[in-house]
T-cell receptor
Framework: GENVEQHPSTLSVQEGDSAVIKCTYS??????FPWYKQELGKRPQLIID???NVGEKKDQRIAVTLNKTAKHFSLHITETQPEDSAVYFC??????????WGAGTKLIIKP | DSGVTQTPKHLITATGQRVTLRCSPR?????VYWYQQSLDQGLQFLIQ???????AKGNILERFSAQQFPDLHSELNLSSLELGDSALYFC?????????????FGPGTRLTVL
């Protein structure tokens, strides 16, 4: 079946450094790729998303890149801050109304 | 606050019992999704409803069922509960305008099966 692989499962970076999380999807028809952030004990919230007609999207310190040929997309966080510590989930569409989710990446920002 | 409400916040019950979790979507959202998140695990998609109709099914056990009512609120029914059903259950809603859009998650219901 369709799946999304997310790496790494845990990422520890020094405050101020950049963090990159990668996801690979299997359905070549996928056209919507959101990223959600879940802080400890809280609900997941969308931080950025991208559709297949663009290759990159930025929002302040966060950016997402998409490589449709290789079927992978990545989340980039620059100048990391303590409040970036959370679990990040990627997802890819497998129809016009369903997402398949990655297993999550725990991002730890070291002071 | 996402505008999605879930009740109850916490639920403690025994194995073999049945419980009902309730979700009210954001005003105007027609789609409701249910997810299960076990401790330190990812989001497991269970089921989606759109305007009262089941639209997609994920890894939902036969002991679990759901429905969406005419006022668009949704209920997830879990029966013959097992210890492994202990988890955080999220409901999410989205406007579903024909393409996928942001899903707005509720605060979740934490279910503990003893």
């Amino acid at each position: 079946g369709e799946n999304v692989e997310q790496h790494p499962s845990t990422l520890s970076v020094q405050e101020g450094d950049s963090a990159v999380i990668k996801c690979t999807y299997s359905d070549s028809a996928s056209n919507y790729f959101p990223w959600y952030k879940q802080e400890l004990g809280k609900r997941p919230q969308l931080i950025i998303d991208i559709r297949s007609n663009v290759g990159e999207k930025k929002d302040q310190r966060i950016a997402v890149t998409l490589n449709k040929t290789a079927k992978h997309f990545s989340l980039h966080i620059t100048e990391t801050q303590p409040e970036d510590s959370a679990v990040y989930f990627c997802a890819a569409s497998i129809s016009n109304y369903q997402l398949i989710w990655g297993a999550g990446t725990k991002l730890i920002i070291k002071p | 606050d996402s505008g999605v409400t879930q009740t109850p916040k916490h639920l403690i019950t025994a194995t073999g019992q049945r419980v009902t979790l309730r979700c009210s979507p954001r005003s105007g959202d027609l789609s409701v999704y249910w997810y299960q998140q076990s401790l330190d695990q990812g989001l497991q998609f269970l089921i989606q409803y759109y305007n009262g109709e089941e639209r997609a099914k994920g890894n939902i056990l036969e002991r679990f069922s759901a429905q969406q009512f005419p006022d668009l609120h949704s209920e997830l029914n879990l029966s013959s509960l097992e210890l492994g059903d202990s988890a955080l259950y999220f409901c999410a809603s989205s406007p579903q305008t024909g393409v996928l859009n942001e899903q707005f998650f509720g605060p979740g219901t934490r279910l503990t099966v003893l």
